[in-house]
């Protein structure tokens, strides 16, 4: 301010005159001595004329208090009800005024099941909490009539408590509420999940034992494994049997059952969350299925067994817990727990070139890996405000429900200048058409499959490629929506490029394992086109193909491995009439063969028919290109069938060395490889003339996902009766306003 002064008067004086005179000379000083004065003394007297700040008002500060920190609130049973409760303590040094007590779900967003209910003691919820002082709230849930088995969801209190040094109200608090009400199998029956998924386990964990302790019977090793597999399948019948078929999203938990949810890393914000519904139950069913029969099949390796069925268990491990998950960080574990187990599997016990397909096999899928967890990361920087189960406040989570609550494409974020959500969706679709596998990301699967053990190769195509599709439904059309419907077109255009790529070059090959695998590529193409209809019977059509394609590649691969084990070669045109020497062996083929093209009365047929139903309306063109494919694969198949089986049973086999200890005769399917294949032939043969079982499994997964992305018009075919197959208004972008936002608790975040 003084040099201002001094400035503006030095510019005065050289305007004014040039005469310098004595008394100007005199006046210059004086003039620049007093703005001195007065800039230095204009803060101490700006100051004194300041009032002094009032004393803030004395203000609450608020703490919930439940009885087992870091923890839910446990309702416990109270007759047919369940109630819990937790305490508001006011930390501050003036009154807390609570000014609601509301559990975090609403008509339009059902997070609880109904029935929920949370006041303070006495009644109401709102009041004034003295310092000190301390208000307990009480949750009940009614459950009468209600479907649900368990819950978990929150309890939102707000308030004008201010956090300490603050100023301004903080945010509102929540508190996780949890109830279970049983379902049979005590401890088991509660986690289910869990035991499924990491039961085999145990069979790592012997397979070290045995190694430190020098155990020699590897035998019992593979018994083990087995008997933990069979273990599995009988609980996974019992979860089959427990599953409610008519629970949606309407019935609370976001339409899931048998969950289990905890914070697992929490400066993460990582959580234990795993469950199913009707997208993922079959899939977990078929694992269970698949790795018996794997187990099984495995009888055929002899070397190295303790490291085979180290990996082989934790293979298992790995496929059940992507089928369950819902925290994308606990999907990505398991997914990448999948890769170092079955990269050994290949490479140690395969083929002749099994290094070269074993690191081909993990550098697609590790590459696949690395764009999803790019778009897993996106994801969680742009959460939004949300709350762990505990009722911890956080930023950014990775829990696959509250994502879906997130208006991705109305934040209008942008990367390099593209909408974001289409980029991300990209990302996510790279890393599961290599899975699927889509071509032209499909040239690891010939190599895989030829070179892998029979028991890998029943497992990779079985279960392993559904992934794929799974991760385009779990993810890619719950949490992207409109860029799904973007892309739509594009995904049912490689489908149709999988059908006709796949079928053209399953009946070029001679080797009968890779003409399995490339009619897997095919097959595949079927799930693509579907989904890219997004119509209901589409979604359906897609989970019904992942089901029956792994039931009957399954069964086709195991064959491939009876007639290997026996002559140590696939060349179909090295064979000839095999129906004379194998009959029995010859009549599972035959029937894996037409379930594969699709014959009316089997299980293939189901994928393909509902496929055709839900894309034509759409995507008329495409579909009659698809049906073409059908033709070209009742080629190859009926080819290879007459190439192998029929006509003279080629002489010169009598003296093959691999038959002189069966007197040159093909020794006919054992009862070991029976015990693997006739649970598949049965369940294709049911399923096919009566696929109720599996549709009533699916039907409502398929409704919830289809009302996510097809959006009503001419050609939608139809939505479940009396309800509105629409999507759904979405959540706002974290930051407007509760009709918007998540729910009628948008101001709870």
């Known amino acids: 301010m003084s040099n201002l002064s001094f400035v503006n008067t030095r510019r005065g004086v050289a305007l004014a005159t040039p005469v310098r005179s004595t008394s100007m000379k005199l006046l210059i000083p004086l ?10 003394a204009w803060p101490a007297a700006a100051q004194a004329l300041d009032p002094p700040p009032a004393a803030l008002e004395p203000r609450g500060q608020i703490a919930l208090r439940a009885e087992a920190p870091g923890a839910p609130v446990e309702l416990a049973a109270s007759g047919p009800d369940h109630a819990g409760s937790f305490a508001i303590e006011n930390r501050g040094d003036g009154p807390l005024k609570v000014t609601r007590v509301i559990v975090r779900t609403s008509p339009e967003d059902p997070r609880v099941p109904p029935g929920v209910s949370a006041e303070l003691e006495g009644g109401g919820t709102a009041a004034s909490i003295p310092p000190g002082g301390s208000r307990k709230v009480v949750v009940r849930w009614r459950t009468e009539g209600v479907r649900a088995r368990e819950l978990y969801g929150h309890v939102v209190v707000e308030s004008d408590a201010v956090e300490a040094g603050a100023a301004a109200p903080g945010r509102t608090l929540a508190m996780g509420i949890h109830a279970e009400r049983g379902r049979g199998l005590g401890f088991v029956g509660d986690h289910i999940l869990s035991i499924l998924t990491f039961l085999p386990l145990l069979g790592v964990v012997a397979v070290f034992v045995a190694h430190l302790l020098r155990y020699q019977d590897d035998r019992k090793l593979r018994l083990l ?20 078929r008519s629970f949606t999203r309407a019935d609370g938990n976001d339409g899931y059952q ?22 993922s139950i079959s899939m977990v069913l078929l694992t269970a299925l698949i790795s018996f029969v794997g187990a099984l099949a495995s009888y055929s390796v002899h070397d190295q067994l303790k490291g085979y069925f180290a990996m082989y268990n934790l293979l298992v491990t790995g496929m059940y817990g992507v089928f369950i998950a819902l925290d994308l960080f606990l999907f990505f574990v398991f997914w990448e727990v999948m890769l170092l187990p079955m990269y050994f599997l290949i490479g140690i016990w395969g083929g002749p070139r099994r290094e070269y397909a074993a690191i081909k096999f993990f550098l697609y899928t590790l590459a696949g890996s690395v764009f999803m967890l790019l778009a897993f990361i996106w994801f969680y920087l742009n959460a939004g405000h949300t709350y762990l189960i505990d009722g911890q406040a956080t930023e950014r989570i990775f829990s696959i429900p509250e994502l879906s609550r ?39 699967l010939p190599d895989a499959h030829v070179e892998a053990p029979t028991a890998i190769s029943v497992i990779l195509a079985g279960v392993l490629l559904k992934m794929g599709a799974y991760g385009l439904l779990r993810i890619n059309f719950s949490l992207l929506p409109e860029a799904t419907q973007w892309a739509a077109p594009a995904m049912a255009a490689f489908g149709v490029i999988n059908i006709l ?29 579907a989904l890219g209809a997004m119509t209901p019977q589409g979604i359906q059509a897609c989970l019904v193909q992942m089901f029956n394609h792994g039931l009957i590649t399954a069964m086709l691969f195991t064959l491939v491995g009876v007639v290997y084990d026996r002559v140590h070669t696939r060349d179909i045109d090295k064979f000839g009439g095999l129906a004379s020497e194998m009959p029995l062996y010859t009549a599972f083929v035959g029937f894996a063969f037409m379930a594969s093209l699709g ?23 495409l579909t009659i290109l698809a049906a073409i494919g059908v033709i070209i694969t009742a080629a190859y198949h009926l080819w290879a069938l007459q190439r192998m089986f029929l006509g003279t049973f080629r002489a010169s086999w009598r003296q093959s060395k691999y038959l002189e200890p069966f007197g040159g005769k093909f020794p006919e399917i054992s ?9 598949l032939a049965a369940l294709i043969l049911l399923l096919g003339f009566w696929p109720r079982p599996l549709l009533s499994l699916i039907d409502r997964g398929a409704l919830e996902v289809h009302r996510l992305v097809d959006r009503p018009g001419p050609s939608q075919i139809a939505g479940e009766p009396g309800v509105d197959s629409g999507a759904p208004a979405r959540a706002a972008a974290p930051g407007e306003g509760d009709a918007a936002g998540r729910g009628a608790l948008a101001s709870a975040r």
């Open 501 to 529: 790529y796949g079928a053209f070059c399953a009946m070029a090959q001679s080797d009968l394992k890779k003409l399995v695998a490339y009619s897997s590529v095919s097959h595949m193409g079927f799930t693509l086109l």
């Open 671 to 679: 009862g070991r490889e029976l015990a693997s294949i006739a649970p």
């Open 406 to 444: 997130v208006a991705w494409a109305a934040q209008g974020l942008e990367i390099l200048g593209v909408a974001a959500v289409k980029v991300v969706w990209i990302w996510l679709f790279l890393g599961f058409a290599i899975k699927i596998p889509m071509f032209p990301f499909h040239t690891w």
């Open 599 to 621: 014959l009316p009365g089997l299980s293939g047929f189901w994928g393909e028919a509902m496929t055709f139903i839900g894309a034509f309306a759409r995507y008329r063109a």
């Open 225 to 244: 494994t087995v008997v933990l597999m069979g273990v599995n399948l009988v609980l996974a019948g019992w979860l089959y049997a427990q599953f409610d």
């Open 31 to 40: 003039l620049a001595a007093l703005s001195v004065v007065l800039g230095a």
């Open 258 to 279: 048998f969950i289990e949810h905890g914070v697992w890393i929490r400066s993460l914000s990582v959580e234990y969350f795993v469950g199913v519904d009707g997208v």
